[in-house]
């Protein structure tokens, strides 16, 4: 199921701008990454660009090559939908379909790519909602709407429907930013589940929380303001926030920069 | 919180003793009220200066005069002025609703003389000046054909006109489609008209009509269109740019293609307020005389087709039995008027309940 994600002189840029330049970078499957690095660093371009999502706004594109398990998702031959279906992401604010139920949110990526039939949609939502550990709240309100539940439970709900489509590579923005503490501990104990079976990259300020969930750390940092954001250091994190090799990364986890 | 603003060096502390205040009673705002009537109604006959408009616009400030100094007096400036400006805005509401009401309350005692089983039943066909009966069947007819066809051609048409500009057009192009919808806004009526005369009725439909000229309900249906197309496009514009962005990235992160996304998360979200849209273009369409009076021919019969022959519209009936010289006339017309007014409002609450069935409960 998870797959190696490999990036080699990747850059972006936002029309003229250059958000990233030349990031190289390696994540093992069934493992969890993360990005930290201070604002307008290019962690979240980074991101977006991994499944594709960067060039979804005007002007935005990409240098470089990204491969999955050797395929590179810039050819020119390669299928965009696919791209996504293979590597799912979870938003920094949670984006449930308001129109949608509960149930219908969840299997929104299956019944939009064609799955009608109802055993495998009922399947695959209790399976989804069980593993992002929402199928206790909700079993009893499938049938209402997504927008209804708590902000913690949405962005669950969210994480229900990115892994309901069998994603490999689960890319995660920010995704307990808007989320209370309680909450945000559900959804880091749910990384630690999800990690046996998918590749998880997850972008987070929060420094204690890149320590709590991940295996390896990338730190990025800019020089000045519009300049590209580059990879300065990516390491265990254990390596990272014990005894980074590079000063910068120093400075940054000890609160000294950024 | 006093420490910080006692250490303030600049400003000495402001801070009231008490959080209470002096509070006008209850019953004073109506006291005042009663008083600026009487008081007015008293100087306005007393010097016979005028009615009961005068009365109430006199009483008026007479009141916000009275409540300003009497709450003044008791509660300090800050409150005489937030109840003076909470008063202004209440007439404010008054004054909008008035002619609104007084519209409604016209329409409903004048029509309600001929609302009978005759008018919904018959057409004008052989009615002359000195007959009292007479209906508007064949008006109701056109209105609801030419508005439905008009609805039919400018909904698709608006809909996915505005999905290109929001969601696919890129750079000039879609500017100037922009630009000339916003253009097309403008056109009066009476020009829509003379654009399906000049163009339809005079050129075109001669080739099907053995080269006469077809004046016909759905020439009007063209004419409606014109004026509907840029209002569906620019609601519907605005309503697809209310949804945003992370909902079409959700999708998209699915792997859902961008025709499906659009299709079946943009534009249910904006549902609601595209029904909207499209209902006020379409309530528009219903009220206006010029483009059909031009084209439609008009006629006292019935005529179920709209592709050919005359045919009437309500709006029309009603600019034409306001012009008759039958003292008959008049009624038919208020009543005409009513049943437009009717109809327009059905629709409108059709399509709202339409709307939000839709939508999920919360």
């Not at chain 1, 709240?137 to 949405?154: I, M, N, T, W």
């Not at chain 1, 429907?161 to 995660?172: F, N, S, Y």
């Not at chain 2, 009437?312 to 009513?338: H, N």
Request: glycine share 8%; charged share 15%; with cysteine.
């Amino acid at each position: 199921m998870a797959k190696r994600v490999d990036a080699s002189n990747v850059t972006a840029y936002y029309g003229a701008f250059k958000a990233i330049e030349n990031i190289n970078l390696t994540v093992e499957p069934k493992t969890v990454t993360a990005l930290i690095g201070p604002s307008g660093c290019g962690k979240s371009t980074f991101l977006r660009s991994i499944n594709r999502m960067h060039e979804v706004l005007p002007g935005a594109r990409v240098e470089g090559d990204l491969t999955i398990d050797g395929q590179n998702i810039y050819d020119r031959d390669v299928d965009v939908t696919a791209v996504r279906r293979m590597i799912g992401m979870v938003f920094q604010r949670p984006n449930p379909f308001p129109t949608m139920s509960i149930y219908e949110n969840v299997v929104a990526g299956l019944r939009l790519n064609g799955v009608r039939k109802k055993s495998i949609l009922d399947e695959a939502a209790e399976n989804s909602l069980r593993s992002a550990n929402l199928w206790d709240e909700v079993k009893g309100r499938l049938g209402k709407p997504g927008a209804g539940l708590s902000g913690g439970q949405q962005q669950r709900l969210c994480i229900a429907r990115t892994i309901a489509v069998e994603p490999q590579v689960v890319l995660m923005d920010e995704p307990c930013s808007a989320l209370d503490p309680i909450s945000t501990l559900a959804i880091e104990d749910l990384m630690f589940q999800l990690k046996d079976k998918f590749t998880i990259i997850i972008v987070t300020h929060n420094m204690q929380q890149a320590a709590r969930v991940s295996d390896r750390t990338a730190f990025f940092s800019i020089e000045k303001t519009g300049d590209p954001g580059r990879l300065i250091e990516y390491d265990n994190t254990q390596k990272i926030f014990s005894n980074p090799s590079h000063k910068k990364t120093e400075d940054y986890i000890t609160g000294r920069f950024g | 919180m006093s420490t910080t603003v006692a250490n303030h060096p600049t400003r000495p502390p402001a801070q009231p003793a008490t959080l209470r205040a002096r509070r006008l009673p209850k019953y004073a705002p109506p006291v005042i009220a009663a008083a600026a009537v009487a008081v007015a109604a008293a100087v306005v006959y007393g010097t016979s200066i005028g009615g009961p408009v005068l009365v109430v616009a006199v009483a008026a400030l007479l009141y916000l005069a009275g409540l300003f100094a009497a709450a003044n007096a008791v509660e300090g400036r800050r409150s005489a002025r937030n109840r003076t400006w909470s008063a202004l805005i209440h007439s404010a509401f008054v004054l909008a609703v008035l002619p609104l009401a007084s519209v409604v309350w016209t329409l409903v005692s004048k029509g309600v003389e001929r609302l009978d089983g005759n008018f919904f039943g018959t057409s004008m066909n052989n009615i002359g000046a000195r007959d009292a009966n007479g209906g508007a069947y064949h008006a109701i007819v056109g209105t609801l054909e030419q508005v439905g066809i008009a609805a039919l051609i400018t909904v698709p048409l608006g809909i996915l006109c505005a999905i290109y500009v929001v969601e696919y057009g890129r750079g000039r192009f879609a500017f100037a489609i922009r630009f000339f919808v916003d253009v097309m806004t403008g056109i009066p009526s009476i020009v829509s008209g003379l654009f399906v005369l000049a163009f339809w009725v005079l050129v075109v439909s001669p080739v099907f009509n053995d080269g006469r000229p077809g004046f016909s309900g759905f020439a009007a249906a063209l004419a409606l269109s014109v004026l509907m197309l840029p209002t569906v496009v620019r609601s519907t514009e605005e309503m697809l740019r209310l949804v945003p962005a992370p909902l079409r990235e959700g999708a998209y992160a699915l792997g859902v293609p961008k025709w499906k996304t659009i299709l079946r998360v943009v534009l249910p979200t904006a549902l609601p307020g595209i029904v909207t849209g499209v209902m006020l273009a379409i309530a528009r369409a219903a009220g206006e005389t010029a483009p059909v009076l031009l084209v439609a021919g008009g006629g006292a019969a019935i005529n179920l087709n709209p592709f050919e022959n005359n045919q009437s519209s309500l709006s029309l009936f009603v600019y034409q039995q306001a012009g008759d010289a039958s003292k008959y006339a008049p009624a038919r017309a208020w009543t005409a008027a009513l049943t437009l007014v009717t109809l327009v409002l059905i629709l409108t609450i059709a399509a709202k309940l339409l709307a939000r069935r839709n939508r999920l409960g919360r």
